[in-house]
């Protein structure tokens, strides 16, 4: 089927209720408790996940500029292909399907799991994922149209649902963590500490980009699709200090630290258990606006990847509904059999280190795209060039050799699988792959 079937249908509330449902799912519910006993201070605490809304917020303006010069289905690795050549959009591709969207959908199947079974009281994890896999599945059969509404009605639930959250820890907490003798010794070192929560509030942001997956089902996408990462980043980041604020006004950080579920303990509080059948709910309809995403996504990515060569052809078939059929079954498949894995902590861990070496990468794509396509129309310019990208640049940098020193094993891990993909990349390259379509952007001169 022909690339024309992606229906350009979406705007910039369509955007953002992709960013804001993809950013804010597990992340917020697990990673809070982490990342309390990882640092044990609240100012600390607040720093983590203020320095992870300027780095997402700078992050996106970057990928605004690149987004708006290459709209194309997929995202981030057509500016890697733009910048470093095929071998390098294949590694970015790749490397969101089977690791950092791969990874994060199970995870996401897994916990809703463990949410249905506290409010049904009955089930097992593994059945309950399943069904949920086969269910996105089936939705997103029917189109992106089925999709967007979805998507749209159940960002709209979940912000007022975490809104709600707010406004109960800030006005019936008692500012807890701030007493006097309220801040327990952190678990380990303060380098250690940082790296292991920044790895959290990394994984918690994560996503801000998302919508550059769907850049070809935007309309105006050079002018849209800067709005939308800007403003998504801003919003998420605006509602996560509001929220770790509530936090720590309703308990101390050291009811905080290891807590699973650090919502359910804030809104305890205030209401008893009868307050966390709302959290249960609460955590639901977080976890299927974030899930939701990632069937919208992923499909794209590897439709983007075979428009390239850098994929076999059968996911270029696409749906009457313009959902690209070959990735909507390998991201089903996927989850489905990541789903049966148990290990958040290493998931998330792993998935970071990952995704922010990669990530590194194509920022540091944004300098070479200046250099070599100089004279190419850029319909938004990042703001501070050279500064502000190059000072997102050494963060994503500084946290990776941060965690390289302090994990060695993890970077170790991550490291292989990267150079796993360049080696499967050099192979996929060197057989004589060939593009199936033109390019879509009179800039591109990408072999």
Same mark, same amino acid.
């Given at each position: 089927?022909?690339?024309?079937?992606?229906?350009?249908?979406?705007?910039?509330?369509?955007?953002?209720?992709?960013?804001?449902?993809?950013?804010? !799912?597990?992340? /917020?519910?697990?990673?809070?408790? =982490?990342?309390?006993? $990882?640092?044990?201070?609240?100012?600390?605490?607040?720093?983590? #996940?203020?320095?992870?809304?300027?780095? *997402?917020?700078?992050?996106?303006?970057?990928?605004?500029?690149?987004?708006?010069? $290459?709209?194309? *289905?997929?995202?981030?690795?057509?500016?890697?292909?733009?910048?470093?050549?095929?071998?390098?959009?294949?590694?970015?591709?790749?490397?969101?399907?089977?690791?950092?969207?791969?990874?994060?959908?199970?995870?996401?199947?897994?916990?809703?799991?463990?949410? =249905?079974?506290?409010?049904?009281?009955?089930?097992?994890?593994?059945? #309950?994922?399943?069904?949920?896999? /086969?269910?996105?599945?089936?939705?997103?059969?029917?189109?992106?149209?089925?999709?967007?509404?979805?998507?749209? @009605?159940?960002?709209?639930?979940?912000?007022?649902?975490?809104l709600v959250i707010i406004c109960v820890g800030l006005f019936a907490g008692t500012g807890a963590s701030w007493q006097p003798d309220a801040t327990p010794a952190p678990q380990q %070192?303060?380098?250690?500490?940082?790296?292991?929560?920044?790895?959290?509030?990394?994984?918690?942001? $994560?996503?801000?980009?998302?919508?550059?997956?769907?850049?070809?089902?935007?309309?105006?996408?050079?002018?849209?699709?800067?709005?939308?990462?800007?403003? !998504?980043?801003?919003?998420?980041?605006?509602?996560?200090?509001?929220?770790n604020l509530a936090f720590l006004s309703a308990l101390t950080v050291g009811e905080m630290s290891g807590s699973p579920l650090v919502a359910a303990d804030a809104v305890a509080v *205030?209401?008893?258990?009868?307050?966390?059948?709302?959290?249960?709910?609460?955590?639901?309809?977080?976890? /299927?606006?974030?899930?939701?995403?990632?069937?919208?996504?992923?499909?794209?990515?590897? $439709? %983007?990847?075979?428009?390239?060569?850098?994929?076999?052809?059968?996911?270029?078939?696409?749906?009457?509904g313009g959902t690209p059929l070959g990735g909507l079954l390998l991201i089903t498949a996927l989850v489905f059999l990541l789903a049966m894995t148990r290990s958040f902590e290493f998931? /998330?861990?792993?998935?970071?280190?990952?995704?922010?070496? @990669?990530?590194?990468?194509?920022?540091?794509?944004?300098?070479?795209?200046?250099?070599?396509?100089?004279?190419?129309?850029?319909?938004?310019?990042?703001?501070?060039?050279? #500064?502000?990208?190059?000072?997102?640049?050494?963060?994503?940098? =500084?946290?990776?050799?941060? @965690?390289?020193?302090?994990?060695?094993?993890?970077?170790? !891990?991550?490291?292989?699988?990267?150079?796993?993909?360049?080696?499967?990349?050099? =192979?996929?390259?060197?057989?004589?792959?060939?593009?199936?379509?033109?390019?879509?952007?009179?800039?591109?001169?990408?072999?």
């Amino acid at each position: 089927m022909s690339r024309s079937e992606l229906k350009r249908i979406l705007g910039v509330g369509d955007g953002l209720a992709i960013v804001v449902g993809m950013v804010i !799912g597990l992340g /917020i519910l697990r990673t809070p408790g =982490l990342i309390a006993g $990882y640092l044990g201070n609240p100012r600390l605490i607040l720093l983590a #996940w203020a320095a992870g809304g300027v780095i *997402a917020l700078g992050s996106a303006m970057v990928f605004s500029e690149m987004a708006a010069m $290459y709209p194309e *289905a997929g995202g981030k690795f057509a500016y890697a292909r733009q910048a470093y050549g095929p071998i390098g959009g294949f590694v970015a591709g790749w490397s969101e399907v089977l690791v950092t969207r791969g990874f994060s959908a199970a995870s996401k199947a897994i916990v809703i799991g463990e949410y =249905l079974i506290l409010l049904t009281g009955w089930g097992a994890i593994r059945t #309950w994922a399943a069904a949920v896999v /086969i269910g996105f599945f089936l939705m997103h059969l029917m189109g992106l149209q089925v999709g967007r509404v979805f998507q749209n @009605v159940v960002t709209a639930g979940k912000v007022a649902l975490i809104l709600v959250i707010i406004c109960v820890g800030l006005f019936a907490g008692t500012g807890a963590s701030w007493q006097p003798d309220a801040t327990p010794a952190p678990q380990q %070192g303060l380098a250690l500490g940082f790296a292991l929560a920044y790895l959290s509030v990394s994984f918690t942001y $994560y996503g801000w980009e998302d919508a550059v997956k769907l850049a070809e089902e935007f309309k105006d996408p050079g002018n849209k699709l800067p709005r939308v990462l800007v403003l !998504g980043a801003v919003s998420v980041a605006t509602l996560y200090i509001a929220i770790n604020l509530a936090f720590l006004s309703a308990l101390t950080v050291g009811e905080m630290s290891g807590s699973p579920l650090v919502a359910a303990d804030a809104v305890a509080v *205030a209401f008893g258990d009868r307050g966390r059948t709302f959290i249960t709910v609460t955590a639901l309809v977080i976890l /299927i606006s974030s899930l939701n995403v990632n069937f919208l996504g992923v499909p794209r990515v590897a $439709y %983007g990847l075979a428009s390239r060569g850098l994929a076999p052809r059968s996911f270029l078939s696409v749906t009457g509904g313009g959902t690209p059929l070959g990735g909507l079954l390998l991201i089903t498949a996927l989850v489905f059999l990541l789903a049966m894995t148990r290990s958040f902590e290493f998931l /998330i861990q792993f998935m970071m280190f990952v995704a922010i070496s @990669v990530d590194a990468v194509i920022l540091l794509a944004l300098f070479r795209l200046r250099r070599i396509r100089e004279r190419a129309p850029r319909p938004f310019r990042v703001p501070g060039y050279p #500064w502000m990208p190059g000072f997102i640049l050494l963060a994503y940098l =500084l946290i990776l050799a941060l @965690v390289t020193g302090t994990q060695p094993k993890l970077a170790l !891990g991550g490291t292989s699988l990267v150079v796993a993909l360049l080696l499967a990349a050099v =192979l996929w390259t060197k057989s004589g792959y060939r593009r199936p379509g033109q390019p879509t952007d009179p800039n591109d001169t990408t072999p």
